[in-house]
């Protein structure tokens, strides 16, 4: 992808030869498809091994944290994001959904939780139906 | 051009001699100019490089899309009206069975773009096909799911929690559905032009949204059934 280049450094030597960041020297390895599926085999047996063996009370919490880490491990080993040069409009547009997923969940537990908080069933029924 | 290979006469532009050469000098001036210009942008590269960019923006505004999804489902999973919960529906090992399907089918897809970079095109469509028959493992199985659930009675209409189970987990279903059909198009169109530039382009996209759709799961099967089951 030369876009970036074209962008920062103008018409330098390197742009002159494209970016070479989906083929040739700099393309994905096998070393990193299998480190990759061995990372996720793992983060995935991990929660589900302790749900179905009911092993510890903040399961959740393990979940959710091997949800993540699974989730940075498939976009660095299988869609390859980096920090070169090349996918610096990629990396943008992940940080910008990542912000994005941010508010949409954690705003709309945030608030709902609240409204289930201060609106209890039984404050609500003897104000409004009685 | 230089003064001394046009000059005005009487108000009629006429041309002196020598201005041949000077004219041949500026072609050759610009088409140097040009053909360095186009050097340097190399349209093949560019093209593909946009492409990825282009498709890696449609994946992430997909994500939005399934934030959307999962909101609403981590927002009203405990709304049951009375009907199932999600610990009386979800069959962990089934899951786990189906998620394994997925990341396997991510690794073989992984295989499938060594081989196309290798310039192997029968491997490359032979670890496609092992892709494509591990996705539709994955499919079977969830229309299987779906189906023994509905025939309980667990169906979209009967509680909140199972209209925006049924949502987001067919959402991400009908991707994968639209992911094989992308995969069989290509593999049909490997076959018969090879791997051509063209090919390999959307070839990559198309892996771009495999391992898109696995990364989904891991929030599918996170939130909607590890965590329903402990709920």
Request: with cysteine; aromatic share 10%; hydrophobic share 50%.
């Amino acid at each position: 992808m030369n876009v970036a280049n074209e962008a920062v450094g103008g018409h330098g030597p390197h742009g002159a030869h494209g970016g070479h960041a989906g083929h040739g020297s700099h393309g994905p390895t096998y070393k990193q498809y299998i480190t990759g599926f061995v990372l996720a085999v793992i983060l995935t047996a991990i929660p589900f091994a302790l749900v179905i063996g009911h092993v510890v009370q903040d399961v959740l919490l393990v979940i959710t944290v091997c949800a993540t880490a699974q989730i940075i491990v498939h976009v660095v080993y299988f869609l390859h994001l980096d920090r070169s040069e090349e996918q610096r409009w990629n990396r943008m547009a992940l940080l910008y959904v990542v912000i994005m997923v941010g508010i949409v969940l954690g705003g709309s537990l945030w608030i709902v939780y609240n409204l289930n908080h201060n609106m209890m069933p039984g404050v609500m029924h003897s104000k409004v139906w009685k | 051009m230089s003064k001394s290979s046009i000059a005005m006469q009487d108000g009629s532009l006429a041309l002196q001699p020598g201005y041949a050469d000077h004219a041949a000098d500026a072609l050759r001036d610009l088409r140097q100019a040009g053909d360095a210009v186009f050097a340097d942008v190399e349209p093949h590269h560019d093209t593909a490089g946009t492409i990825q960019l282009g498709f890696w923006i449609y994946l992430m505004s997909d994500c939005l899309l399934f934030s959307g999804l999962f909101a609403t489902y981590a927002v009203l999973h405990g709304h049951t009206a009375g009907g199932p919960t999600p610990g009386q529906l979800f069959d962990l090992p089934y899951t786990l069975t189906e998620t394994m399907f997925l990341l396997f089918s991510s690794f073989t897809c992984g295989l499938a773009t060594l081989a196309m970079n290798a310039d192997k095109k029968n491997a490359t469509l032979g670890w496609l096909a092992v892709t494509f028959a591990l996705g539709l493992g994955f499919v079977i199985m969830e229309v299987h799911e779906f189906a023994g659930m509905v025939a309980i009675g667990a169906t979209a209409e009967r509680s909140a929690f199972l209209s925006c189970f049924f949502t987001l987990v067919g959402t991400h279903g009908l991707h994968v559905t639209c992911g094989l059909i992308f995969m069989a198009v290509m593999m049909a169109a490997v076959a018969r032009k090879g791997l051509t530039a063209t090919n390999r382009a959307r070839l990559n996209c198309m892996m771009l949204f495999w391992h898109f759709l696995d990364i989904i799961w891991v929030g599918v099967f996170s939130l909607v059934y590890l965590s329903g089951v402990v709920h």
